[in-house]
């Protein structure tokens, strides 16, 4: 089985903290993704990734940054955390055609104080 | 821009069937996903729809019509298990790599003894 392991189920941090949110995929996946999810908003993509070193922006990514240094590992960067960042963030990756579900990993419950 | 409507929530009587519906309304249309998520759980994949019509996948069938900008996820012989959020996404475009997804809401099913 697929395996997205995000390194944190829960954190809290204070405003203007830098914040790092960790995800690893086991299955040599091109792509990876991370999106946050909201009541009432659904999941909203933030950036993703198709490639080592290779990243797009989502829909929502003003107040974060990624990176992907390694293909099965994927950090998204919150540079100075703010309240209205608090959400459940979720990563996720598939294989790499357009079409191919994703596999998500349990998700990360960020509190920003 | 992209607009996914669905209900925000439904109940149900074990044992019978439950039709939930999703429309939308995007620029280009490369296939449709319908996923699970159980509290506090990640989003699993239920389906993937591209061309019109119905595939069945055991209790659970998906529709598709692209014409209409609409599909339903069909739940039979409704168990206490299948107590979730049901996420209709949709694929506006294939994009050079990766996959753009655009959720809807998500609707939350209740299933009653």
């Known amino acids: 089985d697929v395996k997205v392991t995000q390194s944190s189920r829960y954190l809290v941090k204070r405003t203007g903290e830098k914040v790092f949110l960790e995800c690893v995929q086991d299955m040599d996946h091109e792509n990876m993704f991370w999106y946050r999810q909201d009541p009432g908003l659904g999941l909203r993509l933030i950036y993703f990734s198709y490639d080592v070193k290779m990243k797009e922006k989502g829909d929502i990514p003003e107040g974060y940054s990624v990176s992907r240094e390694k293909k099965e590992r994927f950090s998204l960067i919150l540079e100075s955390a703010s309240t209205n960042q608090t959400s459940m963030y979720l990563c996720?990756?598939?294989?790499?055609?357009?079409?191919?579900?994703?596999?998500f990993g349990s998700g990360t419950q960020l509190s920003v104080l | 821009g992209q607009n996914i409507d669905q209900p925000t929530e439904m109940t149900a009587t074990e044992g019978a069937i439950v039709q939930i519906n999703c429309t939308y309304q995007?620029?280009?249309?490369?296939?449709l996903f319908w996923y699970q998520q159980h509290a506090g759980e990640a989003p699993t994949f239920l389906s993937y729809n591209v061309l019109d019509g119905l595939e069945e996948k055991g209790r659970f069938s998906s529709f598709l019509s692209r014409s209409k900008g609409y599909s339903y996820l069909l739940l039979k012989e409704l168990q206490m298990k299948d107590s979730a959020s049901y996420l209709c996404a949709v694929l506006p475009v294939i994009t050079g790599g990766g996959n753009k997804l655009t959720f809807g809401t998500g609707t939350q099913l209740k299933v009653e003894l």
């Open positions: 995007t620029s280009g249309f490369n296939g």
């Open positions: 996720a990756s598939n294989i790499g055609g357009a079409n191919e579900k994703l596999f």
